[in-house]
């Protein structure tokens, strides 16, 4: 298949380059001219916010199918609508386990929690600033799903991804975040009621994905390892690879550390084993994810 991967230069969406084309498939990235895009691959630059320079780049070209790893708006949703619409047979949108971050349920929240059709869509709001939009992550993909939903020139799926762990590029730092924290003995903030969450490992999220550019189903998708895991859980880890004892330190009112959450939003992920898809347990691989993190290593 020809695919075209927008973003995607690092991470996750590296390994799922890496993914496909050892499956065979013919890989074309856009993105702005980033400097650390994988050697060996047709190579397109266009700013993806820029209609215009879309067009221009992508005219006489088709795809089987898209994948964007970079949809964070509303806007870029609609961008993406009218211009891969007479372009691609198949869309599949990255999104996160944060759609669900106004969810507070006792069980594991299902694809239909969301109703993408009472999604309101504000293109007017300030999506461009890039405060802003950090600022309202979950509430964006929220919104660009909504607006595939709404009318889609395409087969689409949104993959709603857990918190991933792992890998020795993690640049958000969540991770390292504990380990530096444990070593040190210093307090580690978490809510008075702390929930568990719903996680995947790097190298599984990247081979979900490109499954899912191979598969034909339609729709939002939650995509997790199973077994949800607790702030205890991680540091237990990081204990017993790196010494030293979390200390936790209740926060009623206020920051608390990463992957510490006051409400329960963990994934369920029945939707994707009907599927066909087998995902492991976080159990089989937290070790690994710990292990990877330059922090743990002295």
């Not at 795809?63 to 961008?79: G, H, K, L």
């Not at 008075?192 to 598969?215: M, R, S």
């Not at 880890?237 to 959450?261: K, L, N, W």
Request: aromatic share 10%.
């Amino acid at each position: 298949m020809d695919v075209l991967v927008i973003g995607g230069n690092r991470y996750f969406g590296k390994r799922l380059i890496a993914i496909l084309r050892e499956s065979g498939h013919r890989i074309t990235i856009l993105n702005r001219g980033s400097s650390d895009t994988p050697a060996g691959f047709e190579h397109l630059v266009a700013d993806r916010d820029d209609e215009a320079a879309l067009e221009t780049v992508l005219a006489g070209r088709s795809f089987d199918v898209v994948v964007d790893q970079v949809c964070y708006t509303p806007r870029q949703a609609e961008i993406a609508r009218r211009v891969f619409g007479p372009r691609t047979g198949r869309y599949v949108m990255t999104s996160t386990v944060e759609v669900y971050g106004d969810e507070d349920r006792a069980v594991p929240v299902a694809e239909d929690a969301l109703d993408l059709r009472a999604v309101t869509v504000d293109t007017g709001l300030a999506w461009e600033d890039p405060e802003f939009r950090d600022a309202h992550y979950g509430e964006g993909k929220r919104q660009a799903e909504a607006v595939f939903a709404a009318a889609p020139p395409f087969a689409w799926t949104s993959v709603r991804v857990a918190h991933v762990l792992g890998g020795d590029d993690d640049f958000t730092g969540r991770l390292a975040h504990y380990v530096r924290r444990i070593r040190a003995g210093e307090p580690i903030a978490v809510p008075v009621v702390n929930h568990p969450a719903t996680y995947v490992y790097v190298e599984e999220i990247a081979a979900f994905l490109a499954w899912a550019v191979e598969a034909e189903f339609t729709g939002p998708v939650n995509a997790h390892s199973h077994g949800p895991l607790h702030t205890a859980d991680l540091c237990a880890e990081i204990e017993r690879q790196v010494g030293g004892r979390a200390v936790f330190r209740e926060v009623a009112d206020g920051e608390v550390s990463p992957f510490s959450f006051s409400r329960a939003y963990a994934m369920d992920n029945s939707r994707a084993t009907e599927l066909g898809y087998a995902f492991s347990h976080s159990s089989t691989w937290l070790s690994r994810a710990v292990s990877e993190t330059p922090e743990t290593t002295p």
